[in-house]
């Protein structure tokens, strides 16, 4: 390295900076690129010392065995159903709603608004357990009624919406309704389309919050017809803890369509998750 | 007001303000049949000794007096709970903050590493932990490492006194970069120009940081913190895919004990564990609720 006293304590600083970067990714990279890595092996030969990092011979059995042995396909169907479905119920349901809190007068609106806000602080476990039981009761337990139906709205979806409403100009809304429109027409028309930004943050939340959950689907399904993507990995897990190179191939494959998602959106992915906590 | 008014005024009303109350509707009738109904029964049940098949038995505070007093198990998976909250949030913000500040360096491909960072919080918690859970087998790629340095090999799940660290490490590495891009952002808010005239001043990297870059993110690292403990004290996936609570309770949480509970069939005393869990958390959302009030 050539030693300029003036330039030296500069390129040693970047040249840190750059290793620790480098460094901390790929600790972040490694497991990820392990467990495609073990996905690709012959089970004698995940735990080989010393460690294939490529994987010698690479084989696909284990992919073939999740997708045709285990109903793997069929747990993707249900995550992508309930995903979508839950999806589309938050943005109709939570932006219809956000809309009248924020630009519609009615008695009471404010009360209403604060009571769903505290409601936000109860935490899922302290209604888990009856909300089970009248899942039973409507005997929705294993079907879809009892995945999605709960979650067709969010207050947390409610509240982000509003927040978007908000910044649209009352003019607008009132030139619409001076132009014969009905109040749903207003919503649908010129609330919703300028609304669209925000729309986009709630669906990444939503899909994302759907795909990745457990302990719901954990509880109120029992058989693999149901089961979404992150149910039907664990069970693989406890159940075939030997097969290591197998469990991999269902997790490549269970978390695969998130991130690809996320790599095309990662722009919104970022907005929407930073908005909650500096637009508040 | 005679009848007939006020019926007038009724039907008035409700043309000038169904439709607000339809849009809302969905929502709100979603709140009271599957959170506030819900919520009271809880309230009920854990008054009761409830199995779901037989009659409820009222017995007063006695399923609370039992977790608080008397029941090694629930102490046990309190103090976890806690050590976990605790482990957790004193290493991922600050690694959050340290890797966000890396990121404001004006850096080539900073892009690339926040996706890096970011990555595993968009992934499912289970698939997280079945892939860590790999990583601290026995044989795993984490006890290959030590014996290429000639250390001994580790039980990270095996041993009672590590377990608990090894699931707040997974679940840091799963979280922290989330803390990033939100103290990213905070951070590229902050004028340059306070910055330029600290310098003008002759105010060093430290004071820089402790004077201005500190007080600005004050908010943002107070509502991290908050998010990251209500989050934390709910923690269940990782437990229930890493270890199912054990060796020994070591890794038992507070919402590990009350879904074991729940599958044993002992909903009073399940519902008590979640009251008792919802008790800890009004106490970080009132925080966080007078907090957001403050910024408003």
């Known amino acids: 390295m050539n030693i300029h006293p003036k330039s030296f304590g500069f390129t040693f600083k970047r040249t840190g900076l750059y290793t620790l970067l ?34 010698n011979p690479v084989t696909l059995e284990n992919y073939i065995h999740v997708l045709t042995r285990i109903p793997f396909p069929r747990y993707f169907a249900n995550s992508l159903i309930v995903a979508v479905i839950t999806t589309l119920g938050h943005v109709f349901f939570d932006t219809l709603a956000a809309y009248a809190f924020a630009k519609l007068k009615f008695p009471f609106r404010d009360q209403i608004f604060f009571f769903m806000l505290l409601a936000l602080m109860v935490p899922f476990q302290v209604n888990l357990i009856p909300l089970y039981k009248i899942m039973a009761t409507l005997h929705w337990t294993d079907t879809y009624l009892a995945l999605i139906v709960p979650n067709l709205t969010s207050i947390f979806g409610i509240f982000l919406m ?107 992915f970022i907005e929407g998750m930073t908005a909650g906590a500096l637009k508040e | 007001m005679t ?14 303000y169904g439709i607000s109350y339809l849009f809302i509707s969905v929502p709100l009738l979603s709140l009271i049949v599957f959170l506030f109904i819900p919520m009271i029964v809880s309230l009920w049940w854990s008054l009761n000794d409830y199995s779901g098949l037989t009659a409820a038995k009222f017995v007063g505070l006695n399923n609370y007096i039992k977790l608080l007093t008397d029941d090694k198990i629930f102490a046990k998976s309190l103090l976890n709970t806690t050590l976990f909250v605790l482990l957790g949030m004193s290493i991922g913000p600050t690694l959050g903050l340290l890797t966000a500040m890396m990121l404001n360096q004006k850096v080539r491909f900073s892009s690339l590493f926040r996706t890096a960072y970011y990555l595993p919080v968009m992934t499912s918690l289970v698939v997280v932990s079945t892939i860590w859970l790999m990583l601290y087998n026995r044989n795993g790629l984490f006890n290959v490492v030590l014996q290429e340095f000639g250390l001994p090999k580790v039980g990270w799940l095996s041993n009672p006194d ?99 509970k729940f ?10 564990i979640a009251y008792i869990l919802f008790a800890i958390l009004v106490i970080f959302s009132y925080l966080q609720m007078r907090i957001s009030r403050e910024r408003a």
């Open chain 1, 22 to 55: 480098i460094v901390s990714s790929l600790l972040m990279i490694i497991p990820f690129y392990w467990s495609v890595s073990t996905s690709l092996k012959l089970e004698q030969n995940v735990f080989s010392n010393p460690p294939q990092w490529i994987p």
């Open chain 1, 162 to 268: 509003r927040q978007f409403m908000l910044t649209i100009p009352n003019e607008l809304l009132d030139a619409a309704r001076m132009d014969g429109c009905t109040e749903f027409g207003v919503f649908r028309k010129v609330a919703l389309p300028l609304a669209l930004p925000g729309i986009a943050t709630l669906i990444i939340f939503t899909f994302m919050g759907s795909w990745n959950d457990f302990l719901w689907p954990r509880i109120v399904t029992n058989s693999e017809k149901l089961f979404t993507l992150p149910v039907g990995l664990a069970q693989l897990q406890m159940k075939n803890t030997s097969n290591v190179a197998q469990i991999m191939a269902g997790t490549v494959l269970t978390a695969l369509p998130m991130i690809i998602v996320f790599l095309f959106m990662q722009r919104q």
């Open chain 2, 3 to 16: 009848v007939i008014q006020h019926s007038r005024k009724l039907t008035y009303s409700i043309q000038k």
């Open chain 2, 162 to 260: 590590i377990a608990l660290i090894s699931i707040v490490f997974a679940s840091v590495w799963q979280g922290f970069g989330f803390e990033t891009v939100v103290f990213l952002a905070a951070l590229q808010s902050i004028p340059r120009e306070l910055y330029e005239a600290a310098m003008m001043d002759g105010a060093g990297a430290w004071a820089q940081f402790r004077y201005i870059t500190l007080p600005a993110l004050r908010p943002v690292i107070l509502f991290v913190y908050i998010i990251g403990i209500i989050g934390s004290y709910q923690v269940f996936d990782q437990i229930f895919v890493m270890s199912s609570g054990g060796p020994v309770y070591s890794t038992s949480t507070i919402v590990y004990y009350l879904f074991d």
């Open chain 2, 263 to 272: 599958m044993d069939l002992r909903l009073g005393y399940a519902s008590a």
